[in-house]
């Protein structure tokens, strides 16, 4: 069997899998979990794991850096070692990705169906790609082709410092520096940034869902306009990226928020801001822009990978 899991600040994901006769990868057993409910990742995988089935091999995505041996998650104080996990659990081989490398693995686990086009560019084959996705944190990892495949390099890009583009953005700037300090694109461009962004325009404290909701219903004009800046925030960063990998093969988006706020929104202010980079603009236009809108892309990288495709 293969163990796959994806660990974040807010939810893990884990699912139990098995080759059928004809050498496929059946799922036999899937579940989510609240993170913040155990103190340690084996604790959550004690649960899991009740029963102790055999397992040949497991890939474990985490939201941190990681060297493929260790891991600390960045917003929860959970430590992973492999070599631990392997004694522990009785488990083959453990590997440790970042939890955004994991979805660059998932990437070419992608239907059709999932993949929404924000803005067609001109693809070309075999070109460097860049995935990124606001949720808890801000994840990012690029794609580059190599002996025949796209290789994933896994970063912590959504920790680069936060560059803003018009005078409110350098207002919201100011706000976040003199409470913080230093202050991160992530800071901003993530679930708990959304929630920052309706602080910073007057809203009483909410929760990012709860904002994203209201905004989509026009129940709550500030939560229109605090998504309407941070889809601003969003598409300026992606567009540096973009221009970062010089990714002519995509950009994608993945995590839960755009998932769920980007197809039923006006994503005008995202696409203006990815686009708007002033005399490299022809080349901004040249790259697709694609939204995924599989939430367990993650889960699916580090299955594939469990299982050495």
């Known amino acids: 069997m293969f ?23 059946r799922s036999v057993r899937q579940q989510r979990f609240a993170s913040a409910d155990y103190p340690t990742f084996e604790a959550l995988l004690d649960e899991f794991l009740a029963g102790r089935p055999a397992i040949d091999s497991a890939c474990f995505g985490v939201a941190g850096p990681t060297d493929g041996h260790s891991a600390k998650l960045t917003y929860l104080p959970w430590r992973l070692a492999a070599a631990d996990l392997e004694r522990r659990f009785a488990i083959g081989r453990v590997a440790l990705l970042n939890d955004f490398a994991a979805a660059a693995h998932g990437l070419a686990l992608v239907d059709a ?12 084959a075999r070109a460097p790609r860049v995935i990124l996705g606001a949720g808890t944190g801000l994840g990012v990892a690029g794609l580059v082709w190599q002996d025949g495949g796209y290789r994933v390099i896994p970063g912590e890009g959504g920790h680069f410092g936060f560059a803003p583009q018009t005078p409110q953005q350098g207002e919201l700037w100011r706000w976040l520096l003199d ?57 300026a960063f992606a567009g540096d990226l973009a221009l970062h990998w010089l990714a002519r093969g995509g950009v994608y988006l993945a995590g839960g928020i755009a998932a769920k706020l980007m197809p039923h929104t006006d994503n005008t202010p995202f696409i203006d801001a990815f686009l708007a ?3 490299h603009g022809e080349l901004a236009r040249s790259m697709p822009l694609r939204l995924l809108t599989a939430e367990d892309l993650g889960l699916r990288g580090t299955l594939a990978c469990a299982a050495g495709h």
């Open 179 to 235: 409470r913080n300090g230093r202050v991160t694109t992530e800071d901003i461009v993530s679930g708990p940034g959304l929630a920052r962004i309706y602080a910073f325009l007057g809203g009483r404290p909410q929760q990012p869902d709860e904002i994203g909701d209201a905004a989509l219903a026009g129940s709550d004009p500030l939560a229109r306009e605090a998504l309407r800046l941070w889809l601003e925030c969003y598409g």
């Open 113 to 124: 169906r999932e993949i929404v086009t924000l803005h067609p560019g001109s693809p070309v």
């Open 277 to 279: 980079k002033r005399e």
């Open 3 to 25: 163990l796959g899991g994806d660990l974040g600040g807010t939810k893990t994901l884990l699912v139990l899998a098995e080759r059928d006769v004809s050498g496929r990868i």
